[in-house]
């Protein structure tokens, strides 16, 4: 009887751990696509930012980044940008897609200039802190909403 218990034991967690993934992959897939980045706050050279990317991610929070384009950028971003991002992303029990992203744009023209949002996604809205390093006048921070389209 005590290994029948503990097999159904080790069962269970096994499908724990499989609708995790499942549910996180799910998660995942519904948060990949296009979406609008809107940054309030920062000061001169380094206020008004905005933007739009397009990206899939996994259950992992890996993201593939397909699309990047400022809509509004100044000369902190001129051309030549880099992304990376993390999107970990679950559904709560309300199916609504929840989670935190780590987004960063590094500045090819000029060079050293790093914007880095970190948020929180609930639904089809990313919110959080942005803050822009760099140079003098590309160094700044504030708010941002993302939208996703």
Known sequence: MKEVAILLVIILILNGCSSTNTN?????????????????????????????????????????????????????????????????????????VTGTLTFTINSGTPTGNVLTLNGTETGTTITGTWQLTGSNDCTSAGTFTMTQS
């Open 24 to 96: 996180a992959a799910a998660a995942a897939a519904t948060a990949s696509g296009s979406w609008q980045a809107e940054m309030s706050g920062g000061a001169g050279d380094a206020s008004g930012l905005s933007f739009i990317t397009a990206f899939s991610a996994d259950a992992s929070g890996n993201m593939t980044i397909t699309n990047f384009q400022f809509l509004t950028q100044g000369p902190c971003f001129v051309s030549g940008e880099s992304e990376t991002g993390k999107l970990i992303v679950t559904t709560n029990s309300n199916n609504v």
